[in-house]
């Protein structure tokens, strides 16, 4: 490696890269996006296969005959919830007995950190009511979870009657080798977050619960199953859990494998396959499906009652019942026996899932995209940050190399000193900020309530707003008190360290959460490589606050509408864009999801640093 | 004589048929050479000294034995079957000098490695599934899901871990099951929850191993040989009963054997060696019924009775009806008189008595297949008065809390248990957040041992007395750390986990009835198990079920990517940062032009300092 220890050609290699930074950086950002754009075209990605042995050649026969039992069992709770005006707990717990199984029930409360608009709840109490059918012969060691939501309107009920028709016919069979626990939850995600923290025994949300007084050893796999009408015409897989978690691939594999066998229509992200890849129609749909899978995932929340069980390595995804009125139709006997073969393999495993990857987007359900294919655009993207801060610390280096005589000795000391302060100052301020905007809001909102007129959710987010925008204003006078004027050295150290920590940040966030760090990157990467103190001052402050992390979270809310086939209006964007954030404090309160402190405490006064250098004097 | 003969060829012809069904590998060669082997001296015996043969002729020989089935329906509507089988001999097999090479009932394959090991107490037990005591009240004798042998031995034994070792050695091979596994990372020594439960006042626990195997699976391959040991193998008696695909087909399978020295008689004058076989299976009628509750014998094993072991003194199937005094609930067909009352495990029990040595219990179709219909819905169980659970809490795979959960449903009684726990060592127990609370006040065990583990050498071993207030749940909580493997120390399914045996729960429980102390008279075999000494408790041993961890895991499929990943780092990485530490730079002298360093050279010459 002389490359980089002959001290010649090294000085030639940085050379090239500072003479011709720009022109590689642009090919970076617009090669990162091309390859982006590029994983959603059909030869380019691989096909999905089952990697886990115990699953795939063992054939499983279905026989599940009672769909029209289990639809009578659905109106039957229907009924009974509405007389009770809610979870029918008596009843559920009757009749699981009937069915052979053990039957135990959990009451949780929760009060929210702030009224939840959009399903209307705040002060939270109910009760799941869990099911153990014990497996013959197995020391209960290990479950497989099989859930249906009860939700209060009138949707979900036939989820409730299939899996109390599926647990009467697994009752009967012999070859269980797992114990399999049929749940019922109330309040959809804050049941099951009450549920899981009460059968790892574990409280990390603040959640009120009764102890769960049977367990069966270490869960398996779960498969949460959502169907709102007797008829269904496709099923939907949905697989985004909680900080973009994803079950192992072998699950999504397994789903699509009895789809086939059985002949139901199957969906992701509520998209049919296309066959035609090499039609523009064709690679647009999958495009559409990636993006919508890359929009969940970046958001952080579960989608659905399967999201939370990836905290504790149990693999999970939840089946949704679509009815769209097609002509083809399926009814509850059919999806009996998907889910009776899913379990079926799902029972023989001897292993967790393990085999298959746990890192991948899917433009439909046959192709996937590995860890190992979309890294590089996320690679591509912040290799600019990188050549970018290689730039700086040249630029920076050049002046100290000049002043080789004893004189200059002193000087870079003081510059030095001057720096680390007209550094540290934005950074800490902007920080302080990011800790007023993940704090203040929830904290604030009764003296909000009491002086403005708004619900104590829209005072909620329209604080964050204040802050977020308040923000702007604050930290870019700061230098000037600590040294008067701002130098050029400064700025520059001031950005050097802004990059670099972007770089990081950007970095270990798309290690976790790809969506979410390649988003991030996506509007950040170039205000982070453009500003500069000397640029129109109104011009790029307009583009600044475009990229900036608040407006690439309303872009995404536009952008998901339009590909969901839902376009919105601007003032229902908005709006939209405000329930967002709600929810995203409350997923983060609720749940623990990781996004909102991640904007708030870390992006955001990224950022901060990154518009403070364009107003340095 | 010839009669003797007679059967035992017909014990030839049976036993390769019955092979055949539940082995079929080792039908001709093992199964009848054994069989052979047994009825030889046996028939010989027999022909010298007892010439009337039968029943009574058991009396004056120095072995005996005796058969039993029990059978409880429980309130789940499950039927719990357990057969007892025991043969007792006045012989000395821990004698020096003196080789006991004459056996008639007793195997001679356990003999010779009682001798041989001088083994003075062994309890072996294979399960397959978790005795569900909240739904079927306590069993009979009580096991732990997979294998469990806890050994005695005399007090003579110089290398007692070398004997343990080849004993379980042999056991497998006697038993075809991996008993070998088991090594000192998994045997501990009880101080006080294993007391001997036969004979003799031992009480130095370096003469006892205990060990468990969770993940043992239990199938015919073990059954097989079990069947082996009684006296009529399969071929009459209760016996007949077990086909493997009937006693497989069930919710619960258990079989044990229990070897110790008890009484020859009721004076206690000398001591006999005691054999005790038992299996215990549940059997779920929601599953093979229909949803019909009824049962026969010939629906849960596919056989009926048509006689009794020829060698047995005596043969007798109890069906409990203690819930049944005026025939309510059920009814028992063919129906008896004959009823014996017992206390058991503190509750008087009725049981209906057929005795197989009678003719008349076969009726006029020669042969006896009980049938029980339901007739209402069974009341509810009382709560068992001791019951316990356990499982692991926490999720990640750095750190974790097992809790152990001790139910005492006594409505005002008290009483100590003694836990047992045994956690092998990749699980590091931070022993210091050891507590236990009961209604949510602190509850200091009394007793408390404790042996740390030694990294792959020994488990961590816990015992502690401690006091359970009545109608209460006590907590015992203790929290540990997962170490890391070495990558060979996995198992070839690492991502299944790691088993952690059941926990055992020993316990004296206060009795509602008096226990019967009186060990002269003659009781069921079921009833004499654990020997009573006192007659307001009973003993009773629960065992909690097994834990399956999860350790971290590397990706084995991973080995060639992280060894390119890694080769690379290191030649890139290393090798140029090596090189930039190592090597040294200098400013480069421009070369003198030619005048000057001649010049120079005719300086040096001359002393004068050089241009």
Redesign the interface.
């Known amino acids: 490696m002389g490359l980089l220890s002959d001290p010649n050609r090294r000085k030639a290699l940085t050379s090239l890269l500072t003479r011709l930074n720009t022109p590689i950086c642009v090919v970076c950002y617009l090669a990162g996006i091309a390859w982006f754009m590029g994983l959603a075209f059909e030869p380019f990605t691989l096909r999905t296969y089952m990697s886990e042995n115990a699953m795939g050649s063992t054939m499983v026969e279905e026989r599940f005959p009672a769909g029209e039992r289990a639809l009578a069992t659905a109106r039957e709770f229907a009924a009974h919830k509405r007389k009770v005006g809610g979870m029918p707990v008596e009843w559920l717990v009757k009749t699981m007995q009937a069915r052979g199984l053990e039957v135990f029930t959990q009451s949780f409360t929760r009060t929210l950190p702030f009224p939840d608009e959009n399903k209307e709840r705040y002060m939270v109490r109910g009760t799941n009511i869990y099911g153990i059918l014990r497996a013959p012969r197995a020391p209960r060691t290990e479950a497989l979870v099989l859930s249906a939501p009860c939700s209060p309107d009138n949707s979900n009920n036939q989820a409730v009657g299939l899996l109390l028709g599926l647990a009467q016919y697994f009752r009967s069979q012999i070859y269980w080798a797992k114990d399999i626990i049929f749940l019922v939850n109330e309040h959809d995600l804050i049941g099951m977050q009450a549920w899981l923290e009460g059968y790892h025994h574990t409280n990390i949300t603040g959640m009120d619960y009764t102890p769960l007084q049977g367990r069966a050893g270490s869960i398996q796999a779960a498969l949460s199953l959502e169907l709102s009408s007797d008829v269904i015409t496709s099923l939907d897989l949905v697989l985004e859990g909680l900080n973009g978690q994803l079950p192992n691939l072998d699950l999504a594999n397994l789903f699509h494998a009895f789809c086939q066998k059985i002949g139901v229509l199957c969906t992701i992200q509520g998209k049919l396959q296309r066959g035609d890849w090499d039609t523009a129609e064709g690679y647009t749909h999958a495009v559409q499906t990636m993006m919508l899978m890359v929009l969940k995932q970046a958001s952080g929340r579960p989608w659905g009652d399967h999201g939370l069980f990836l905290r504790y390595h149990i693999e999970a995804a939840s089946v949704r019942g679509i009815n769209s009125f097609r002509q083809y139709k399926t009814d509850a006997t059919t999806i009996g026996r998907l889910l009776e073969g899913m379990f079926r393999k799902l029972n023989n495993l001897l292993e967790r899932l393990h085999q298959s990857y746990f890192f991948y987007l899917m433009p439909s359900l046959t192709h996937f995209v590995s860890i190992g294919y979309y890294m590089p655009a996320f690679g591509l993207l912040a290799t600019i940050l990188l050549l970018r801060a290689l730039d700086l610390w040249v630029q920076l280096g050049t002046p100290a190399q000049v002043t080789e005589d004893g004189a200059g000795e002193v000087e870079p000391v003081s510059i030095n000193n001057q720096g680390v302060l007209s550094v540290l100052t934005p950074v800490v301020i902007s920080h302080l900020t990011g800790v007023a905007l993940y704090t203040l809001p929830v904290l604030s909102q009764e003296t909000a309530v009491e002086h403005f007129p708004v619900s104590e959710t829209e005072a909620v987010v329209l604080t964050a707003i204040a802050i977020y925008t308040a923000g702007l204003a604050l930290p870019h006078n700061t230098h000037r008190f600590i040294s008067g004027e701002g130098t050029e050295q400064g700025w520059r150290v001031l950005k050097l360290v802004a990059l670099l920590y972007l770089a990081v940040l950007l970095g270990c966030t798309a290690l976790i959460n790809f969506s979410l760090g390649f988003i991030l990157a996506i509007t950040l990467v170039p205000a982070a490589a453009c500003v500069t103190p000397h640029m129109p001052k109104a011009l790029t402050a307009l583009a600044m606050v475009l990229l900036s992390p608040g407006c690439t979270l309303l872009y995404c809310v536009f952008i998901f509408q339009e590909l969901q086939e839902a376009p919105v209006t601007l003032p229902e964007g908005w709006m939209l864009f405000l329930s967002v954030i709600s929810q995203g404090i409350l997923d983060h309160s609720l749940y623990g999801s990781l996004v909102y402190p991640l904007l708030a405490l870390l992006i955001y006064p990224c950022w901060l640093l990154l518009w403070n250098i364009l107003f340095w004097k | 004589m010839a009669a003797v003969g007679v059967f035992a060829l017909a014990a030839l012809v049976l036993s390769c048929k019955c092979d055949s069904v539940e082995k079929p590998s080792d039908a001709t060669g093992a199964g009848t050479g054994s069989e052979a082997e047994r009825s030889g001296p046996a028939a010989a015996s027999a022909g010298s000294e007892a010439p009337g043969g039968g029943a009574g002729a058991a009396v004056s020989l120095p072995d005996s034995c005796e058969e039993e089935l029990l059978i409880r329906p429980l309130h789940s509507g499950d039927i719990y079957a357990s057969f007892q089988f025991r043969t007792l001999w006045d012989t000395d097999f821990l004698h020096q000098g003196k080789k006991v090479s004459h056996y008639r009932l007793f195997p001679k394959s356990l003999g010779q490695v009682l001798s041989k090991f001088s083994v003075r107490e062994l309890h072996i037990s294979f399960t397959?599934?978790?005795w569900?005591t909240m739904?079927w009240g306590q069993p009979i004798v009580p096991s732990p899901?997979?294998a469990e042998l806890w050994v005695w031995f005399h007090n003579t034994v110089a290398d007692v871990d070398g004997n343990w070792k080849e004993l379980t050695n042999v056991l497998s091979g006697i038993f075809c099951a991996s008993l070998n596994f088991i090594d000192s990372t998994n045997t501990v020594q009880p101080s006080a929850s294993f007391k001997p439960l036969g004979l003799g006042n031992a009480t130095d626990h370096r003469f006892l191993r205990y060990a468990t195997l969770?993940r043992e699976i239990v199938c015919t391959e073990n059954l097989t040989p079990w069947k082996k040991l009684l006296p009529c193998g399969s071929k009459a008696g209760l016996a007949v009963l077990m086909k493997s695909e009937k006693l497989?087909?069930?919710?619960?399978?258990s079989q044990a054997v229990h070897i110790r020295p008890v009484c020859k008689d009721w004076q206690c004058s000398s001591t006999a060696w005691e054999l005790r076989q038992t299996l215990n299976v549940v059997f779920?009628l929601?599953?093979?019924g229909?949803?019909k509750k009824e049962w026969s014998l010939f629906k849960m094993f596919s056989r009926t009775l048509t006689e009794a072991c020829p060698l047995a003194s005596s043969s007798k199937v109890y069906v409990d009806v203690t819930d049944n005094p005026e025939g309510e609930l059920f009814d028992l067909s063919p129906a008896t008189s004959v009823l014996n009352t017992a206390v058991v495990l503190g509750d008087r029990r009725t049981y209906s008595v057929y005795d197989l040595t009678q003719k008349e219990t076969f009726g006029q179709l020669r042969s006896l297949n009980l049938v029980l219909r339901w007739k209402g819905e069974s009341g509810d169980m009382l709560r068992p008065l001791l019951h316990a659970?356990r499982?692991?809490?926490?999720?990640?795979?750095q750190t974790g809390?097992i809790?152990t959960l001790i139910y005492n449903n006594h409505p005002y009684r008290a009483f100590p248990v003694l836990l047992l726990d045994s956690v092998p060592w990749y699980l590091r127990l931070y022993i210091h957040t050891l507590t236990v609370t009961s209604k949510t006040r602190e509850n200091k065990p009394s007793y408390i041992h404790y042996q740390p583990s030694k990294d792959r050498l020994r488990p961590h071993l816990l015992e502690m007395l401690v006091q359970l207030p009545p109608h209460s749940v006590t907590e015992v909580t203790v929290q540990f750390e997962r170490a890391l493997l070495k990558w060979t120390e996995y198992t070839p399914?690492?991502?299944?986990?790691f088993?952690v045996g059941s926990s055992v729960i020993s316990a004296l429980v206060p009795s509602v009835v008096a226990m019967d102390t009186n060990n002269t008279q003659e009781r069921p075999l079921f009833s004499s198990f654990f020997p009573t000494k006192e007659e307001s408790s009973y003993f009773v041993r629960v065992y909690t079920?097994?834990?399956?961890?999860?350790l971290p895991?590397p990706d084995f499929?991973m080995p060639y990517n992280v060894i390119c990943l890694t080769c690379t780092v290191v030649a890139?990485g290393y090798?140029?940062f090596y090189?930039?530490l190592t090597?040294t730079?200098q400013v480069e002298e421009p070369s003198q032009p030619l005048a000057k360093r001649l010049a120079n050279v005719i300086r040096r010459i001359r002393g004068v300092p050089l241009l």
């Not at chain 2, 499982?391 to 795979?397: E, M």
């Not at chain 2, 079920?545 to 999860?550: K, Q």
């Open positions: 397959q599934g978790y569900r739904q899901p997979g969770p497989f087909h069930s919710s619960f399978h779920d929601y599953t093979s229909q949803g659970e499982y692991v809490a926490g999720f990640g795979l809390e809790h399914d690492p991502n299944h986990g088993y079920e097994p834990l399956l961890v999860n895991t499929s890139v090798g140029s090189n930039l090597r730079f």
